[in-house]
C-alpha cells in the first residue's frame, strides 16, 4: 500500500520540487493571506522586505507586525477585504511599501482570491512588482517607465498526509498558475541542459500565438534557430551564469532573467527564464530622451539670448554714440556739397570707422542670436577669445573692468560649435566682470589665460577675477538650473548649467575655484586636434 501511494506521489512531488524552483527564480513578492487576514505565508523576496530571515518567520503575523506604517498597513488590509467580500480580482493600484531597510518603494500591486477545490474561497495572493523607477520618472518629467510583474515561489507544503500533501498541491498550483497568467507581459519557461522546454506559461505567451505548455517537449534551438542572440544569452546561462538579457521577437522587446538550475553536486541541469514585455517601457524611454534633448536645446537658446539681451544693451549705447559722429559727419559733407568743395581726407577715414563700427556690432549680434549653430568646425581657440572680448568691450560689461589676457604664440586648435563655444567664453567672462562690479578696496581686474596641456592633449582656457568669490557652501550647488549669485534680475540661473553641458558634449570638462574675498577662476579643457592639412 505505501509502495503504491509512494508511486502515485512522486509525480506529485516533481511538479511541487519544479514549482518551488520556479518560485525560488522570481524576483517579485507574492504572499498569501486567510479569511482573518493573517499571513499564510509569502516567498523569500517578501520575507526580505519584511525583514524575516524566511518565509516561515512571517506565517501567522499581520500586516501591522512588520515593518509598514500603521496607515499603508490599514490600506492594504482594505483591500483584501475587498477583495474577499467581492470574490473578485483587486483592480492593479499603486502603493506605497516600507521594507525593514527604511527605504520606500512603490509597488503595483494585484490582488487576486483563493478557492479550495470545491470553490469556496479561502484567502487572497497578492503580487507586488516595484515601479519606484517608474514613479520616479514620472514626478520629473511625467514619462512613465513599466516596471516589470512578478511571480514568486509558492507555499511549500507541510503535510504529512497523502490527502493534505494533494491538497497543498493543487492549491499550489492554482496560486501559481493564478499569478503567472494573470500578467499579460511575463512568461515563464524552463528548458534542461540539452535545451528542451520542460515547462512555459504566463499571460504572455498569448501575444506571441502560443499556449501554456505548448513548447513543452521541442527544442529551443530549433525553434529559435534564427534568434542567434536569444541563443547566445542561453548558452552563457547554462554555464551557470545568472544575468538578465534583453532580446526582441516579433517586434516586441523583452528582459529576461535567466537562473541555472543546479543538481546537489552542482552541475548545470536546465535554465528557467523569466520574460517580461518591455516593449511600452522602452518606448517611454525614447520619448523620455527626446524630451530631454528637446528641453536641453530650449535651455541653451534660452541662454543664449539672455547672453545676447545683455551685450544688445551694451551695443546699443555704442550705436548711439557712433550715430552722434554720423550725424555730424552728414552735416558736413551736406555743408560740403552745397559750398562745392571735397570733403577732407580725415572726415572720409572717420565715416569709414563709423561704417565698420556699425557693421561689425551687427554682425556680432545677429552671430550671437542666430538659433541652432551647432555646426562643429576645427577652429583657432585664441581668434574666439579675442573676438568675445572684443564683444563684451564693445557692449561696455567690461568697460570700467581691467582684463589682461595671455594666448600662445602658435594657434591653439579645438573642434567644436563656434557659436556655442563663442556663448562659453562670453558667459564666464561677463560673469567674471559682474563678480569685479563691487568690488572697491582693490583692483577690479579680470585675467583670461589660454594655454594647452600638451601632456593631456587638452586646450585649456583659465577666465580669473579678483571679486568677491562663491561661498564654499554654494559652490556644490552653482551648476543647477535656476541657481544664481547675482541680485535679481540680474542673472537666469542658466549660464553655468548651459555652459558645462557644452563643454561636456564637445569631450571637455569645467572646473571651479573660489574663495570669498579674493576672487574665483573657472577653468575649462577641450581636447586639442591637429590644424588643416
Not at 492549491?171 to 503567472?180: D, F, H, I, M, Y
Not at 506571441?208 to 525553434?223: A, C, D, E, F, I
Not at 604664440?409 to 560649435?417: D, Y
Request: hydrophobic share 40%; glycine share 8%.
Amino acid at each position: 500500500m505505501r509502495a503504491r501511494e509512494a508511486v502515485v506521489q512522486a509525480p506529485v512531488r516533481q511538479e511541487a520540487e519544479l514549482l518551488r524552483r520556479l518560485l525560488d527564480a522570481l524576483p517579485y513578492p507574492i504572499f498569501w493571506k486567510g479569511r482573518d487576514l493573517r499571513f499564510l505565508g509569502c516567498n523569500t523576496a517578501f520575507a526580505k522586505i519584511a525583514g524575516r530571515a524566511h518565509p516561515d518567520e512571517v506565517v501567522g503575523l499581520t500586516d501591522y507586525e512588520l515593518p509598514w506604517r500603521k496607515e499603508d498597513s490599514d490600506f492594504y488590509r482594505a483591500c483584501d477585504r475587498q477583495v474577499l467580500e467581492s470574490g473578485e480580482p483587486f483592480p492593479d493600484c499603486e502603493e506605497p511599501v516600507r521594507g525593514s531597510d527604511g527605504r520606500q518603494r512603490w509597488t503595483q500591486t494585484c490582488k487576486v482570491p483563493l478557492r479550495d477545490e470545491q470553490g469556496a474561497l479561502f484567502g487572497v495572493l497578492g503580487i507586488l512588482v516595484d515601479v519606484t523607477a517608474r514613479r520616479e520618472a514620472q514626478e520629473q518629467l511625467q514619462v512613465a517607465l513599466a516596471a516589470g510583474d512578478a511571480a514568486n515561489r509558492m507555499l511549500k507544503a507541510q503535510v504529512a498526509e497523502r490527502d493534505a500533501m494533494q491538497r497543498a498541491l493543487t492549491v499550489s498550483e492554482l496560486r501559481l498558475r493564478t499569478a503567472v497568467r494573470s500578467s499579460a507581459q511575463m512568461c515563464i519557461w524552463a528548458v534542461d541542459a540539452q535545451g528542451i522546454f520542460t515547462f512555459s506559461d504566463g499571460g504572455g505567451l498569448e501575444v506571441l500565438g502560443l499556449r501554456p505548455g505548448q513548447l513543452v517537449g521541442h527544442s529551443v534551438y530549433q525553434l529559435y534557430a534564427e534568434h542567434t542572440e536569444t541563443l547566445g544569452h542561453l548558452r552563457r546561462a547554462l554555464t551557470g551564469e545568472s544575468f538578465t538579457g534583453y532580446s526582441s521577437f516579433s517586434g516586441l522587446n523583452y528582459e529576461t532573467r535567466y537562473t541555472p538550475v543546479l543538481d546537489e553536486s552542482g552541475t548545470v541541469t536546465g535554465v528557467i527564464g523569466i520574460a517580461l514585455d518591455i516593449t511600452e517601457r522602452t518606448r517611454y524611454r525614447e520619448m523620455l530622451e527626446a524630451e530631454v534633448e528637446r528641453m536641453r536645446r530650449q535651455l541653451l537658446q534660452v541662454e543664449r539670448l539672455a547672453t545676447l539681451g545683455t551685450l544688445a544693451a551694451g551695443v546699443g549705447h555704442e550705436l548711439r554714440n557712433i550715430s552722434t559722429v554720423l550725424n555730424s559727419l552728414r552735416t558736413y559733407f551736406t555743408d560740403c556739397a552745397q559750398r562745392g568743395v571735397p570733403p577732407e581726407q580725415e572726415e572720409l577715414e572717420e565715416l569709414g570707422w563709423a561704417c565698420e563700427h556699425v557693421a561689425m556690432h551687427g554682425r556680432h549680434l545677429m552671430d550671437l542670436g542666430r538659433p541652432g549653430q551647432s555646426k562643429v568646425e576645427r577652429m583657432d581657440l585664441r581668434e574666439l577669445v579675442s573676438g568675445s572680448l572684443a564683444m563684451l568691450r564693445t557692449a561696455g560689461i567690461t568697460k570700467h573692468v581691467k582684463v589682461l589676457s595671455s594666448t600662445p604664440p602658435k594657434p591653439v586648435w579645438v573642434e567644436a560649435s563656434r557659436t556655442r563655444l563663442e556663448q562659453v567664453l562670453l558667459n564666464l567672462m561677463s560673469n567674471a566682470a559682474d563678480a569685479v562690479e563691487p568690488v572697491r578696496d582693490r583692483l577690479a581686474e579680470v585675467r583670461v589665460h589660454l594655454f594647452e596641456d600638451e601632456a593631456a592633449g587638452f586646450a585649456c582656457c583659465r577666465v580669473e577675477d579678483t571679486g568677491i568669490g562663491i561661498p564654499e557652501d554654494k559652490l556644490s550647488c552653482i551648476f543647477e538650473p535656476w541657481f544664481t549669485t547675482k541680485p535679481p534680475g540680474r542673472g537666469t540661473g542658466l549660464g553655468l548649467p548651459v555652459v558645462r553641458t557644452i563643454l561636456q558634449e564637445c569631450g571637455g570638462e569645467l572646473q571651479v575655484e573660489s574663495q570669498v574675498g579674493m576672487g574665483s577662476a573657472f577653468t575649462f579643457r577641450l581636447p586639442l586636434v591637429g590644424p588643416h592639412t
